[in-house]
C-alpha cells in the first residue's frame, strides 16, 4: 500500500479540488445575489428603500466573483441609476442646496469611481 505524504483535507480530498469546490460555491453565491438584487429591483422598484438592499446584494455578488461582469455591470449601472434617481427627487422637491443627492449618492460615488 502507498501512502501519499502531501496533505490531505478530512474528507480525503487533495487541496486543488478542495480550492476548485470553494471557488466553484463563491461563483453560484455570486449568481445567487446577483439574482436577489434583480429581483428586489423588479419587485420594488427603485426607491430610497430599496436602492441600499440592492446595491448590497450587487456588492456581495461582487465580492464572491471579483472577475464576474455581470456583477460589476449589475452594481456600476445600480450606482449609475442612483444618481439619477436621487437627482430627479432633489428636481422634484426643489431643494437645489438642501443636501439632496449629494448626500445620499456620496456611499456609492467612490465605487463607482473605482469601477471606471
Not at 500500500?1 to 486543488?16: A, D, F, R, T, V
Not at 471557488?23 to 455570486?30: E, K, N, P
Not at 448590497?56 to 461582469?69: K, L, T, V
Request: glycine share 8%; net charge neutral.
Amino acid at each position: 500500500m502507498k501512502h501519499s505524504l502531501q496533505p490531505q483535507s478530512l474528507s480525503g480530498i487533495s487541496q486543488e479540488e478542495d480550492k476548485r469546490l470553494r471557488d466553484s460555491r463563491c461563483r453560484l453565491l455570486a449568481r445567487c445575489y446577483l439574482k436577489l438584487g434583480q429581483w428586489q429591483e423588479a419587485l420594488q422598484g427603485l426607491s430610497e428603500d430599496s436602492i441600499p438592499a440592492v446595491l448590497q446584494y450587487y456588492q456581495i455578488a461582487r465580492e464572491h466573483d471579483p472577475n464576474w461582469y455581470k456583477a460589476w455591470h449589475a452594481w456600476a449601472y445600480m450606482n449609475f441609476e442612483t444618481v439619477l434617481f436621487y437627482k430627479h427627487q432633489q428636481q422634484l422637491h426643489g431643494d437645489p442646496g438642501a443636501g439632496g443627492a449629494a448626500g445620499r449618492t456620496d456611499p456609492s460615488h467612490p465605487g463607482a469611481v473605482s469601477c471606471l
